[in-house]
């Protein structure tokens, strides 16, 4: 008779905690801010530059990053800078991606390799 071992299952509080995480990721825009965070400090007007939001909407999913512990900021003069709070979203986000282009059927112009950087 095989030995059946019960799976290792999350806690309650953890899985409530991944599923707030894919809330916040679920919105295109939210993902882009972050993914560019990720890559260093931005303000807003650069976030709007590279995803095409305007200045509100990057604002609002700015608040909605932070409110989750996505997102951290730190003020300089007049401008307030906006950085990833966690690497491990790093992760999440690359599979993410690396899986949308394969299941998307083509490439859009970034190879999912180079999200690892």
Known sequence: MPD???PSVPTDEHARLAVDTFR????PTRLKVLWILLQGEA??????QHT????PAVSQHLAKLRLAGLVSSRREGTFVYY????????????EALSHAEHVGGEVTGAD??????
């Open 43 to 48: 303000h807003v007007s650069a976030l709007c």
């Open 112 to 117: 999912p390799h180079t999200y690892d950087a």
């Open 52 to 55: 095409g939001a305007s200045a």
């Open 83 to 94: 950085s990833a709070a966690s690497a491990h979203v790093r992760r999440l986000l690359t």
């Open 4 to 6: 059946v071992r019960a």
């Open 24 to 27: 916040m990721l679920a919105d």
